[in-house]
């Protein structure tokens, strides 16, 4: 999904970043990744379900930016 923003004239794309972290294991890896994320991309809008182990981050970052930011906090990133 790719969504494209005018503000002020300027256009923003945001796109939708879909991909599993098989090292989640609780509420409180969720909590890290998320924070992890928020900490370089404060405007992202990050999900994570830990039953199925997979994150969705909207953003204008790129996957593989969001993916070192996951494994900087010390998970995996597929």
């Known amino acids: 999904m790719l969504l494209v923003f005018k503000v002020k004239g300027i256009n923003l794309t945001m796109a ?21 994320i928020l900490s370089k991309e404060p405007e992202a809008q990050v999900e994570v379900d830990v039953t199925t182990k997979v994150i969705s981050v909207k953003t204008e970052a790129s996957e593989e930016a969001i993916k070192q930011m996951v494994t900087s906090v010390g998970h995996t990133a597929e």
């Open 16 to 36: 939708t970043i879909t991909f599993k972290v098989p090292s989640i294991a609780c509420d409180g890896c969720a909590k890290t990744i998320t924070e992890g």
